[in-house]
Each structure stands twice: as C-alpha cells, then as structure tokens.
T-cell receptor, first 116, second 111 residues
Framework: GAGVSQSPSNKVTEKGKDVELRCDPI?????LYWYRQRLGQGLEFLIY????????KSGLPSDRFSAERTGESVSTLTIQRTQQEDSAVYLC??????????????FGEGSRLTVL | RKEVEQDPGPFNVPEGATVAFNCTYS??????FFWYRQDCRKEPKLLMSVYSSGNEDGRFTAQLNRASQYISLLIRDSKLSDSATYLCVVRPLRGSYIPTFGRGTSLIVHP
C-alpha cells in the first residue's frame, strides 16, 4: 500500500503479557517514529530511527519498552510485562529525509492497546 | 514549562465564524513549525507548515512570531468539517529533528 501500515489495529491483552506492534513505513522513507497517545492526551515521543544510525531511544518510558528496525524497513515495538498504564494508541510515522530534516510525518492508523 | 503548549479548548463556534488558536514553544532553537489536524480516533495529518513570513492556504492562515515564541492558526469561514483537534508541532534546529507535539486544541463547529 501507499501509506504507513500498522498491525494489529486493536490488541487486548492481560496485565503481565508481552505484546509486539508492527509498523511498515512508506517505501523510501528513511526516518521512522513511534509515538504513544493516551486517551484525551497528546502524542508522547517514544523512539526514532534514521536509516542505519543508532536509534534515539530517549522517549522510552521504561526498560519494558524496546523497538527494532532493520535498515529502512519494518519496525516492531515490543512491550514486556504490560501494565494497565500502557493502554494507549501507539502511532507510527515515517518521513522522507530532506536537507533540512523537516520532512512531513505520515502516520499510520495506530495500534490501540488495551491492557486488562 | 512544557515544550509546546496549547489551550485544549474546546472552542465551540458557529458555522461561518473566524477562530484563532495560539501555541507557545519553549525551545528557542526550534526550526520548523507545523499544524496537524487529528479527527476523532484517527491519526494526525499535516494541515500546513508555518513559515517565518506567514502563509495562507485557502481559509487557513498560519503565523510565526519567533521573538515571542508562538505560532498561530486562523480559520476563516468555519465549516462543520473543520471540527477536529489541531496539533501544534515544533522541530529542533539540529540533532535528530524529533518533532514535539502539543496536546492539541479541540474545535467544534456547530450549525
């Protein structure tokens, strides 16, 4: 498809379980971002990948959160031992690299995670 | 002080009204500025970039005031379809260019 694809679109899990969320960026986009949006709240930055550079993990809230990306392709966000406060929509965005680094972000529809 | 601050609203206006939102940012090294629109339970989408000289796109006008560190969005002749949350976005001058999103301002346009 032409846009950013995320899966699953909805995930309900029990507290303590691990979950894996997937993001397939737009082909050719070198930058990939993960954000979290809790109900009624703004977007909270989690992690950023740019090409083959080391990712910027400064937004990850705890060591239960990790993410990987192979080259400029698919990324997975893993949450271990989920807690109820992890319930949120996890949004992935990709962006082309520009000279100024200010390329538009294109978002996927998000993965809605509910931890019971 | 939060990096990017917006009045959450909601702004409740009748069709045809003119409405303006402001957004303040704390990082004076910020380089790029944007307004995104987010419909209920949808992903954010770029509405418009904000240029130093100000810019207009149809009914929408964006302005930047670097000295006071705020940007604004003006919507003229509001339509029902303008009802959404408007997110202010700021990107730094250098480094990883990670965009910071404001919490958003909710707009409700009623008949």
């Amino acid at each position: 498809g032409a846009g950013v694809s995320q899966s699953p679109s909805n995930k309900v899990t029990e507290k303590g379980k691990d979950v894996e969320l997937r993001c397939d960026p737009i082909s050719g986009h070198t930058a990939l971002y993960w954000y979290r949006q809790r109900l009624g709240q703004g977007l909270e930055f989690l992690i950023y990948f740019q090409g083959n550079s080391a990712p910027d993990k400064s937004g990850l809230p705890s060591d239960r959160f990790s993410a990987e990306r192979t080259g400029e392709s698919v990324s997975t966000l893993t949450i271990q031992r989920t807690q109820q406060e992890d319930s949120a929509v996890y949004l992935c965005a990709s962006s082309p690299r520009t000279l100024t680094g200010a390329g538009e972000l294109f978002f996927g529809e998000g993965s809605r995670l509910t931890v019971l | 002080r939060k990096e990017v601050e917006q009045d959450p609203g909601p702004f409740n206006v009748p069709e045809g009204a003119t409405v303006a939102f402001n957004c303040t940012y704390s990082n004076s090294a910020s380089q790029s500025f944007f307004w995104y629109r987010q419909d209920c339970r949808k992903e954010p989408k770029l509405l418009m970039s904000v240029y130093s000289s100000g810019n207009e796109d149809g009914r929408f006008t964006a302005q930047l005031n670097r000295a006071s560190q705020y940007i604004s969005l003006l919507i003229r002749d509001s339509k029902l379809s303008d009802s959404a949350t408007y997110l202010c976005v700021v990107r730094p001058l250098r480094g990883s260019y990670i965009p910071t999103f404001g919490r958003g301002t909710s707009l409700i346009v009623h008949p």
